[in-house]
């Protein structure tokens, strides 16, 4: 969707410059803290300080500390918060089916279904979706969305329509609790996320398989999961459903407050290790030749400092384990497209904002229709264009970012 590099470089080091602004704010404020303290780091802030002191600054400043929230975000709670958005946004309804065995029984199966157009009295069967949430011995690490069964309208003639129909499954990592399993806000978001995936999934409408679901470009890819992310940090989802796993409390609107305060914080810092990885990224694949002794290390090293690394962060992924970029080509000068579908998310969510109601019923139908159902059968800026009525504006990425 970025369609040549000059696009991608032009966002890049936009957010690049202000990103780097506001990870000097940050360091000074940590600083600062240290100087109150009476304390000082030989050389100041290193890499291996950073998130240390962050945190701390984070809990002194803003009077947040992520634990005090963790008691309201059970992954029950989280759970049925995704439901619910879901249902509220697609009319999507998720029938638990214990009767159906999966492959480990940690694993929930459901039926996916949603009232039928003619008749809305009647329902019909959407998507089949397994969630697997806890971590366990050799399970891949991470997050993510899977299918075992894509959308399809092209079935052979006489074939069951269930064939039709796709699988889907979320999975995540969480650690099993030996009694409620509580979830840090970070993670709640990750749960969101792969929901977003699996709508992309399970709202598909596509004749054939092939382009159908997230077989769209990775610039688009990570609209619908980014773009579920806005809903967890809804103070109306949250007072909802974020309650207490013992009291039944509901999570008090203070905490939310400084929840809201604190969410900014640390963000250049974010910002700019996520960004020089996408800018060397760039950088790397616009090599045209280079020396048999061509030394990557020695690229990055130069690399970083022509950009003006900011001291006190270093590279999210470096070169060695950077497998976005050389475990296949498929990220290959494509690490970018997180930030890319930032802007877009951001602005599709404002769409929402925009109608003063969050869920509002006309706007999550042409978000279904342009973002979630129409795979890669029409280009994505089309789709867009289609859904907003004009080209991706990036201030609203840059305002939610603390970097207008």
């Not at 940590?30 to 701390?56: T, V």
């Not at 309201?72 to 998720?94: P, Q």
Request: glycine share 6%; hydrophobic share 40%; net charge negative.
């Amino acid at each position: 969707m970025a369609q040549n590099p000059e696009n991608v470089m032009n966002l890049c080091m936009d957010v690049w410059k202000r990103a780097k602004e506001a990870a000097d704010k940050e360091r000074a404020m940590m600083e600062s803290f240290l100087s109150e303290k009476g304390d000082e780091l030989e050389g100041g802030i290193q890499p291996w300080d950073w998130r240390f002191y962050a945190e701390q600054v984070r809990q002194a400043n803003f009077n947040f500390d992520e634990s005090e929230l963790k008691p309201y975000l059970s992954l029950d709670a989280v759970t049925n918060a995704v439901f619910d958005v879901s249902n509220k946004l697609y009319g999507l309804k998720y029938v638990k089916r214990d009767d159906i065995k999966a492959y480990h029984k940690d694993v929930n199966v459901y039926e996916v279904r949603r009232a039928k157009k003619d008749t809305p009295d009647e329902d019909e069967l959407v998507a089949i979706f397994l969630h697997d949430n806890f971590s366990r011995a050799h399970k891949s690490s991470g997050a993510w969305m899977s299918e075992y069964r894509t959308q399809t309208k092209n079935l052979i003639e006489g074939a069951d329509p269930i064939e039709g129909v796709p699988i889907v499954s979320n999975n995540n990592n969480f650690a099993k609790g030996s009694g409620a399993t509580l979830l840090s806000f970070d993670d709640g978001t990750t749960l969101f996320h792969e929901m977003g995936h699996g709508h992309h999934g399970m709202l598909s409408d596509c004749t054939y398989e092939y382009l159908a679901s997230t077989s769209v470009l990775k610039d688009f890819v990570e609209l619908p999961s980014q773009l579920m992310e806005h809903w967890l940090e809804e103070p109306v989802v949250l007072k909802e459903h974020a309650k207490h796993y013992k009291t039944g409390e509901t999570v008090p609107d203070d905490l939310l407050a400084r929840l809201k305060a604190a969410s900014l914080f640390n963000e250049g810092f974010a910002t700019v290790e996520y960004t020089a990885c996408a800018l060397l990224d760039m950088a790397v694949h616009s090599l045209s030749e280079y020396d048999d002794d061509f030394d990557l290390s020695e690229f990055e090293k130069k690399y970083l400092l022509e950009i003006g690394m900011p001291q006190g962060i270093v590279m999210r992924h470096r070169p060695a384990h950077f497998a976005h970029l050389f475990a296949s080509s498929s990220y290959a000068s494509g690490y970018y497209v997180y930030q890319w579908a930032q802007v877009l998310d951001n602005d599709v969510f404002a769409a929402f904002q925009e109608t003063g109601d969050v869920f509002d019923a006309e706007t999550a139908e042409r978000c279904r229709r342009c973002i979630y159902s129409a795979g890669n059968t029409v280009a994505p800026q089309d789709l867009f264009k289609a859904f907003r009525g004009r080209e991706p504006d990036t201030s609203f990425f840059l305002k939610n970012k603390g970097m207008a």
